[in-house]
């Protein structure tokens, strides 16, 4: 999660100076807060498919619930938020509801992990 929150730290950084030097690429780019919304969705997905990534290591898929409301729930908010609010409607919305994954991702990992190595 370091790595990744520090990376996009660094990518967001080279937006912000590509707009503050006012560079044509900066122009094909997202504006610096909806990009750095996307960016802490990165984040916090990450951490959630590390955790998954785990919980596959021992042969069980235990957050296909979890990806099912995530799915569903995204594209409705994507289609609602974004038909009202763009590109940073769209994108909160996508954040808030990784997040509400996080912590039913979260959730799962530490009950079975606790489960799988109760006799540890």
């Known amino acids: 999660m370091r790595v990744s929150a520090a990376c996009s730290l660094m ?4 937006l912000v100076m590509l707009n503050a030097h006012h560079l044509k ?4 780019m997202l504006a610096p ?16 498919y590390s955790e998954a990534t785990y919980l596959r290591s021992h042969k069980q898929e235990k957050l296909l619930p979890h990806w099912i ?4 729930t995204t ?3 994507t289609y609602l938020l974004g038909k009202h609010f763009g590109a940073i409607g769209m994108l ?6 990784c997040v509400i994954v ?9 009950h079975y992990r606790r489960i799988w190595h109760a006799d540890v």
Do not use: D, E, K, Q
């Open 92 to 97: 909160s919305g996508y954040f808030v509801l």
């Open 33 to 48: 807060l909806p990009f750095g919304i996307l960016l802490l969705t990165v984040v916090v997905n990450h951490t959630v």
């Open 69 to 72: 409301f995530g799915a569903v």
């Open 11 to 14: 990518v967001w950084t080279g």
């Open 75 to 77: 594209g409705l908010s």
């Open 25 to 28: 690429l900066a122009s094909r």
């Open 102 to 110: 996080l912590g039913l991702a979260t959730y799962t990992f530490l």
